[in-house]
């Protein structure tokens, strides 16, 4: 794990919505750090860059744990720019002086983070670093965290685990093909749905599975209470 802010500082966390950045929330209020705000990125189709989840989905399971979402409009292109002015205008905002990474173990990742928080003059934690990968998904099991598995590789992950939660089970399944329990390498990405800081659990249906080139994805629709699921 790595911590540059200390007790009591305020901070955003990096937000796709699935189980690392989720864990890395858990972990940095362990720490003593005050979540002000969670951050997502999310491309001109209204869905997250990182997990293709509707940004109505990211909204409710925000509302569910209590922290305000912020969001900004970015392409792959205009991503570090997009990222600089998002810091920038919360940073002011919200009054922080830190952010909150999911990054496990990737040296290129961790660069990146320490170089764009250095040129927006805060701190970067990051509450995984160099954990072991099965660590982490027990970690989150182990606390409580409940995640849907909601995009696979399918050329690495059978697409019946998706809509599934990752349990042991699905551990286990990732050390017999021999491919990261936690899906550092793409393998799958998450939806987490309940576990501490919840107020409820997030409420959806599931919907299509798109496939593009070497991935499925997991329409996931949210279910508002007192609405009718249309």
């Not at 362990?30 to 293709?52: I, K, M, Y």
């Not at 660590?135 to 019946?160: H, M, P, T």
Request: proline content about 4%; aromatic content about 8%; charged content about 25%.
């Amino acid at each position: 794990m790595v911590y540059n802010n200390t007790p009591g500082d305020k901070i955003f966390v990096s937000w796709s919505g699935g189980k690392d950045s989720y864990l890395s929330l858990l972990l940095a209020k362990g720490w003593g750090l005050d979540p002000a705000c969670l951050l997502s990125f999310v491309g001109s189709d209204g869905h997250s860059r990182s997990h293709g989840l509707k940004t109505e989905v990211l909204r409710h399971q925000a509302s569910m744990l209590g922290i305000p979402l912020e969001m900004k409009k970015v392409s792959w292109e205009s991503y570090e720019q997009g990222f600089e002015e998002a810091v920038n205008r919360i940073k002011a905002e919200y009054g922080l002086t830190g952010g909150v990474f999911g990054d496990i173990n990737l040296e290129e990742h961790r660069q990146w983070v320490e170089k764009m928080c250095r040129r927006c003059g805060i701190s970067y934690n990051l509450p995984l670093w160099m954990k072991e990968e099965r660590r982490v998904s027990e970690e989150l099991i182990r606390r409580g965290g409940k995640a849907v598995v909601v995009a696979v590789r399918s050329d690495l992950v059978d697409q019946s685990w998706l809509g599934r939660l990752m349990d042991d089970q699905y551990i286990d399944y990732c050390l017999s093909k021999k491919i990261s329990p936690c899906g550092e390498g793409g393998e799958v990405h998450t939806l987490v749905i309940d576990g501490p800081l919840f107020k409820k659990p997030l409420q959806f249906r599931l919907g299509e599975i798109k496939h593009g080139q070497d991935r499925s994805l997991l329409e996931v629709i949210p279910v508002y209470p007192g609405l009718p699921d249309l």
